[in-house]
Structures are given as C-alpha cells and as structure tokens.
C-alpha cells in the first residue's frame, strides 16, 4: 500500500533553515506528482509547494517565496522541502502528498503523510 513517511521536523529559531523529507512507497514515484502542504492552529491547511513527475515545480504561498525550495530525488523515491529564513509564522504541521491515478478506478487518488510538526520560535 501506500506509505509517506515524513521525519524531520522539530524545533528552530527564526532565521534557521530546516529541511523536511518525505519517504514515498507503494506506488511508481516518479511518475506521479508530490506536494507540500501545512496547516497551522486554526487556519485551513495550505498547499505550499508542487512538484511535477518532471521535477518542474511550482510556488503556491507567497508568504514562503524564496525561502522554501521543494526538490524530489527518484532515486530515493523522497520528496524534500528545504526551509530557509524560517519565522515564527512558519510554524505549522507539514504534510506531504502524492498525486497518483489508479487505472482501475479511473481517477486519481491522493495519498497524505501523517504530518510533522515545525516550530519556529526562540
């Protein structure tokens, strides 16, 4: 079955960098897109960064534009969400996601991470 196992949050002061991964199984990795989302107390969860089968990626918060860097090894079959200049509002519950499409169903399915936690604070 599907596995994203997401290691790598914790705790950092602002201005820190942190590097997130996201371990894939289950499924052809490289074929298929992967996302980084995260969601903090009381907000709805955001879609931050995307990453196509191609490896083209794309920028979806402004609040992150050119501190996060999302890259993907197939080879590892892991996707990674690199942090830099991290603030306080940075802090939130990081998800990963795999976009797949299952030939039997004939649609696509999304697979989640179990989310790990990043704080940004001193």
Excluded: H
Excluded at 11 to 22: A, K, T
Excluded at 92 to 107: D, G, N, V
Aim: include cysteine; charged fraction near 20%; hydrophobic fraction near 30%.
């Amino acid at each position: 079955q599907v596995q994203l196992v997401e290691p790598g949050g914790g705790l950092v002061q602002p201005g820190g960098s942190l590097r997130l991964s996201c371990a894939a199984s289950g499924f052809t990795f490289s074929s298929n897109d992967m996302s980084w989302y995260r969601q903090a107390p009381g907000k709805e969860r955001e879609l931050v960064e995307r990453i196509a089968s191609t490896g083209d990626s794309t920028n979806y918060a402004d609040s992150v534009k050119g501190r996060f860097t999302i890259s993907r090894d197939n080879a590892k079959n892991t996707v990674y969400l690199q942090m830099n200049s991290l603030k306080p509002e940075d802090t939130a519950l990081y998800y990963c996601k795999a976009e797949t499409f299952s030939i039997l169903l004939q649609r696509r399915l999304d697979y989640w991470g179990q989310g790990t936690q990043v704080t940004v604070s001193s």
